[in-house]
């Protein structure tokens, strides 16, 4: 996928929306987080748990647009600025001719609609343990909280007070 990336970019090639997010969705890792998340938590992850999380289910599809699209919204400016294959941004407003507002808007949406189909699942009987979707969700959760009003997934230092807070003093079970 980095490689589809890399060509695309060499080439000055701004994909459809379409082809950006399957690509996307796989380069950006949150399929690969949530599978490692299930490592080292026991009798819990079965083999069978790691096949399921392996097909890419809907609540981690569902994670996987919400830390994207996120990421894309908050910072695609600066991403381009340095040079950078096109986001989600780009190609949108490329193939449907509208503003960069107009295409956060319809990410926001699909962000949105994301959390429902996340939390669809999560309310469903489903055959894996809760702890297990616990993890794709809480992955989502901390790439929500990076990415919601600035991109402080890379510029750490945005969040680094809160965390310290955090540390400093935790809240209350």
């Known amino acids: ?37 299930f490592v080292g938590m ?19 599809r569902a994670s996987g647009v919400i ?4 990421d894309d919204i908050v910072s695609h400016k600066f991403e381009q600025s340095r040079g950078h294959v096109a986001s989600a941004i780009e190609c ?28 669809q699942e999560l309310l469903k009987p489903t055959a894996f343990p809760m702890p297990l979707m616990e993890r794709v969700l809480n992955l989502a959760r901390v790439i929500d909280y990076l990415h919601k009003d600035s991109d402080s997934y890379t ?9 310290a807070s955090l540390l400093r003093d935790p809240l209350p079970l």
């Open 155 to 163: 510029n750490a230092y945005l969040v680094k007070d809160q965390i």
């Open 1 to 37: 996928m980095y490689f589809v990336e890399a060509k695309w970019f060499s080439e000055g090639y701004v994909p459809t929306i379409e082809e950006y997010m399957e690509v996307a969705l796989l380069s950006a890792g949150y399929l690969m987080l949530a599978t490692t998340c």
């Open 92 to 119: 949108y407003t490329k193939q449907h001719g509208v503003s960069e507002e107009d295409a956060v808007n319809v990410f926001r949406k699909e962000v949105e609609n994301a959390w429902k189909d996340m939390n």
């Open 67 to 70: 830390g994207r699209l996120m």
């Open 42 to 60: 026991g009798d819990v992850a079965t083999k069978e748990s790691f096949e399921w999380i392996s097909s890419n289910p809907k609540i981690v």
